[in-house]
């Protein structure tokens, strides 16, 4: 026996050994490109499954136990052992699946496999009923990655099934030696001196040698004299580190010919304890071509940005510049590399900054193009305007970055206005007067005497000075008629006087007119009030920075601020944090006390976080609905400082927000939950940290509200997986790759009385996913309604079929129906077209809505499921008791059973809370005049403890577990019907 343990165990550690070396070179590198290793991965997902599948195979039992001792894997063998212990075992403690007894027994082994350390013993291992006993070698694994231990693996080995595990292995074997012949990328193996041991087909395809050509050679005879420097580092490498690569080369082909190659390698040790370096080679011919396209592209497109006549700019998400042509530069009057990851704000005048980000934030946010007018000052500070075309733009690593064209359009303005004025001076509108050279006024029109309060003879004689309100200094004078020297004119805003000694702004364009000799003889200038625009301009900047409801600032407002902050922290050495507060069930007080009060209630948060958010610096904004955000600034540079501070902030705020709210007519007690992200790095992406903070808020949400969380990055991987489900799951609804299962429904008089139709997915890549996973999520993203219409389409279908087998005929079928599901318009129709179609007996077809669907427009479930009762279809309410339903409309809906819920089925015969409810739902159920099923039941006991209670029809794992229907039919025929 031990010899066959030797040998078994041998056949292990070589399977491990392969499998670790085919991982290496599928995988090439962690850091390899994702692109460059998506037909790798493939195959080592491939590989991956393979090994399920052989493990499963195997008659050992084997499982995968994490740090914390819940299951992550169990082999076939290892859940038919434990069966009684549950139907999935992922998650589970080890406590709970061996047993406390086992588990102290088994404690000091576990406790050195976490430290790393291999065990091995002997022990009779009982199953939970301990009507089975078998005598196994036990072996403890350690899994160690990147020198810390993620978990172990347990291995139970019964002797008399070592013939068995040996096949396995030797399948196994073969399969990954399949993989390596398939691989498409060149794969060999080398001594330290270069010469080659073993390669496959790719490898000689890609130097152009046959197999025997290539014993022959070495690996430096296709290596060009070049590389020798950059071979010499990439050896010490590999026997520094284990590995090299992966670095770009070219090979010599047999042809002579260049190929260029991307090589990746690692170091092995071989049987006869030499070491030994697996190459992965891959031909990147086509990659190399497309590189030196996009390098011409580039060069021609920097060249014609560069030379044309315009403002060509490129700017990331928080508005810094990433690219700008030459001629920006000039206008900015800075070097390129001045300019370069700077924002507007540290590059023009606060004013004129905040347009051009206010501008920036419309297409950054909207993701729409924009275009406008902009006015930017030149070197010389002088304003210059600008047609400006601003879009989205998707580029590395800046997925949302917009481009921007501005053509220099001042001189064109000037002229136009020039032409305006000399035709329409005294026709216009707009204040106007006319000055000699000298600049003294000769004429003034009606216009320019109501806004200033000077008559025309007050004004005839004068000079503009007369106007002047010393807001503006010498400078500005003087540069402005330096304007008009060299240009011919000028405009723009300045602040005046009128005669009242009330000072007002105003647009101002001054022309000069030249004779034929080119001498100045007049001046021309008109000017309009903008008292009543600029009120306008700062009703509209509340209106489009405010929110309406509360007066806080809105979401662009937040984002601006933000903006400012990132920019001062990294100037400053301090740290700010970023707040997304969410009210826990809000809508629940708009649906039931109603939209008034729910909008007082959103002041009254207002009112509470502005008070408690009192710091100049910070900030307190509605970002829509009932979600706010608060910005915390100048915070400790200090990380952990800076988290307790947001922290303790956060902690007065959930405090705050749970004080009740109290009107006259209602009394509302609400909470929030509160997700944290802390900013301050340099090239702090906006619009990230809101993600950012949003993913922390959804996950304190997502335990139970009241919370606050920080955010971790394990929440963006939780997304991504998320997304990724979300596609495989609508491929699947396109190519229809769900099954129904189907568990028995029993009756203690009758036997089989009919099913549960379940949904099965099984995905070609992730293989079965529970629908525990991806029910939730069709549910949130509306694939619910293509998925329930084809459940209830097969189900329907499936019932037409047996309807034509005797044995079959009498058997009904309950289908799960979604509360969203159920609320659409067309669904009675979508039921009976079903039924229709398939010609199913409607009297067989069973609903089964959870109790959630009582909670809106009762009136409208009571209709629906009174229209299909008149058909004949019948109604189960599903997981009873776990949910709201109130009795006065229980009453009044058609139903004709309700079903108990697993969750107080599993522990009635040790919890009496559960076994209390039970009782109470069977009573009412009877008294109501309803029929009872219970969901859960396993064992004989828990069956008859429900019959005592006056239970009597069952679904459960005691009789059948889910089945596919043709297995489902073989159980049927054997058990025929009682």
């Known amino acids: 026996m031990t010899r066959k343990l030797s040998q078994r165990e041998a056949e292990v550690h070589r399977l491990t050994v392969e499998n670790k070396r085919l991982k290496r070179i599928l995988a090439f590198e962690a850091n390899t490109s994702a692109g460059e290793l998506l037909e790798g991965e493939e195959r080592l997902d491939q590989a991956n499954l393979d090994l399920r599948l052989v493990l499963n195979d195997m008659p050992a039992m084997i499982s995968y136990w994490d740090r914390n001792l819940r299951n992550r894997f169990s082999n076939t063998a290892y859940i038919e052992w434990y069966s009684d212990v549950a139907t999935s075992m992922t998650g589970k403690h080890l406590r709970e699946v061996i047993g406390e007894e086992r588990y102290q027994l088994n404690l000091p082994y576990i406790e050195a496999a976490l430290r790393g350390e291999a065990q091995e013993f002997e022990s009779a291992i009982p199953t939970p009923d301990g009507n089975q006993v078998r005598h196994s070698l036990i072996r403890y694994v350690p899994d160690i990655s990147d020198g810390e231990v993620q ?15 040996e096949t396995a292995l030797r399948e196994k074997d ?165 300019i370069l990851g700077k924002s507007d704000i540290e590059i023009h005048p606060p004013q004129t900054a905040r347009k051009l980000m206010a501008f920036d934030s419309e297409v950054l946010l909207n993701g729409v193009r924009h275009a406008a007018e902009e006015m930017v000052p030149d070197e010389s500070g002088a304003h210059r305007y600008y047609w400006s075309v601003k879009m989205p733009i998707a580029i590395r690593n800046h997925p949302n970055a917009l481009i921007g064209f501005s053509t220099d359009i001042t001189e064109r303005k000037a002229a136009e206005d020039a032409q305006r004025i000399a035709s329409t001076a005294f026709e216009s509108q707009q204040s106007t007067f006319i000055t000699d050279a000298n600049k003294v006024i000769l004429r003034v029109n009606k216009a320019f005497t109501e806004v200033t309060g000077y008559t025309l003879q007050e004004a005839v004689g004068q000079t503009p000075a007369l106007l002047k309100s010393e807001r503006q200094n010498a400078a500005f004078y003087a540069a402005m008629w330096d304007s008009i020297s060299r240009t011919g004119t ?61 007066g806080l600032p809105n979401r662009i407002m937040l984002i601006v601020r933000l903006q400012q902050a990132v920019m001062a922290a990294e100037n400053q050495n301090y740290r700010s944090a970023l707040l997304m507060v969410d009210l826990d069930h809000f809508k629940n007080i708009n649906d039931s006390l109603g939209h008034d009060l729910g909008d007082e209630v959103l002041k009254c948060i207002a009112n509470r976080l502005s008070a408690l958010v009192q710091r100049e610096c910070d900030s307190v904004a509605r970002l829509g609905a009932d979600e706010f955000g608060v910005l915390l600034d100048h915070l400790s540079p200090d990380l952990e400082t800076a988290l307790q501070e947001a922290e303790a902030v956060t902690h007065r705020i959930l405090e705050a927000i749970r004080e009740p709210y109290q009107n006259a007519n209602s009394r509302v007690t609400f909470t929030a939950s509160i997700g944290i992200t802390l900013l301050g790095k340099k090239q702090e992406q906006i619009l990230a940290s809101l993600k950012r903070a949003e993913l922390a808020m959804f996950h304190a949400k997502s335990a139970g509200g009241n919370d606050l969380q920080f955010f971790d990055p394990q929440m963006q991987a939780t997304v991504n997986a998320r997304v990724a489900l979300e596609a495989a799951l609508r491929e699947a609804v396109q190519t229809q790759q769900f099954t129904l299962h189907y568990q028995a429904q029993v009756s203690d008089s009758e036997g089989i009385i009919g099913v549960e ?68 318009s067309g669904f009675v129709d979508q039921v009976l077209t079903a039924l229709e179609r398939s010609g199913a007996n409607p009297n067989l077809l069973k609903l089964e809505p959870t109790e959630s669907v009582l909670i809106t427009n ?15 279809v019948g109604f189960s309410i599903d997981d009873f008791g776990t949910g709201y339903s109130s009795l006065a409309y229980l009453k009044r809906l058609p139903l004709e059973q309700l079903k108990i819920d697993q969750g107080f089925v599993r522990d009635i015969l040790t919890n009496p809370d559960d076994a209390a409810i039970v009782r109470a739902i069977i009573a009412m159920a009877t008294s109501m005049g309803m029929g009872v099923i219970a969901e859960g039941v396993e064992t004989e006991a828990q069956r008859d403890f429900l019959t005592s209670l006056g239970c009597h029809t069952y679904q459960g794992y005691l009789f059948s577990k889910p089945l596919p229907v043709a297995e489902f039919e073989t159980l049927l025929k054997r058990l025929g019907r009682a």
Request: proline fraction near 3%; hydrophobic fraction near 40%.
């Open 757 to 824: 139709a379940l949904l099965r997915w099984f995905d070609p890549k992730r293989g079965m996913i529970s629908p525990a996973e991806f029910i939730p999520l069709a549910e949130a993203n509306g694939l619910i309604l293509p998925i329930g219409a084809w459940v209830l389409e097969t189900a329907c279908q499936q019932l037409a079929a047996w309807a034509h087998q005797p044995r079959m005929a009498h058997l009904s079928i309950a289908v799960n129906v979604s509360a969203r599901q159920f609320r659409e």
């Open 174 to 338: 073969q399969k990954l030696n399949g993989l390596y012949e398939l691989s498409s990328l060149g794969i060999a193996l080398a001594s330290m001196s270069g010469r080659f041991i073993e390669f496959n087909a790719s490898f000689c395809a890609i130097c152009g040698y046959e197999a025997q050509e290539l014993k022959n050679l070495d690996y430096w005879k296709l290596t060009p004299e070049k590389y020798a420097a950059t071979e010499a580092i990439e050896l010490e490498a590999i026997k520094r580190t284990g590995h090299f690569g992966p670095y770009e080369k070219e090979y010599i082909r047999k042809d002579g010919s260049l190929i260029p190659v991307s090589l990746s390698g690692v170091l092995i040790t071989g049987q006869d304890d030499q070491p030994y370096i697996w190459f992965i080679v891959e031909d990147i011919t086509e990659r190399k071509h497309r590189e030196e396209q996009i390098e011409d592209q580039r060069r021609f497109l920097e060249t014609v940005n560069d030379n044309v006549q315009a403002n060509v700019y490129i700017k990331d998400e928080d508005g810094r510049y990433l690219y700008v042509n030459q001629t920006v530069a000039t206008v900015f009057g800075r070097p390129i590399a001045d």
């Open 151 to 165: 978990g172990f693996y347990a291995m139970l080995s019964d002797v008399s099934r070592l013939k068995q595990t």
């Open 490 to 550: 000028w405009q723009g805003e300045i602040w005046n006087r009128r005669k009242n000694g009330d000072v007002y702004p105003e647009h101002l364009s001054i022309s000069s007119v030249k004779n034929e000799t080119g001498l100045v003889t007049h001046y021309v200038g008109t000017f309009s009030d903008l008292t009543s625009d600029k009120a306008a301009e700062e009703q509209s900047r509340k209106l489009a920075y405010t929110d309406t409801l509360t």
């Open 858 to 872: 009762i009136e409208d479930v009571i209709a629906k499921m009174t229209a299909l009762r008149e058909h004949g």
